[in-house]
């Protein structure tokens, strides 16, 4: 096998892996403790005694 042709392959299987990782880390969601601290960000930047 040729250089190029091993850095092709090793190329192509390194963008395999990297699109597994990804699509695993979309699936996995944000857990829970992220959630609460966004929301609890969220209730900081309401103003308080709005008459909304």
Do not use: H, T, W
Request: glycine letters at 4%; aromatic letters at 4%.
């Amino acid at each position: 096998m040729s250089q190029s042709n091993a850095n092709r392959k090793r190329e192509s299987v390194i963008d395999e892996n990297l699109k597994r990782v990804y699509e695993e880390a979309l699936d996995e969601g944000v857990p829970d403790r992220f959630k609460d601290l966004l929301n609890a960000l969220k209730q900081q930047d309401q103003p308080k005694g709005s008459l909304k």
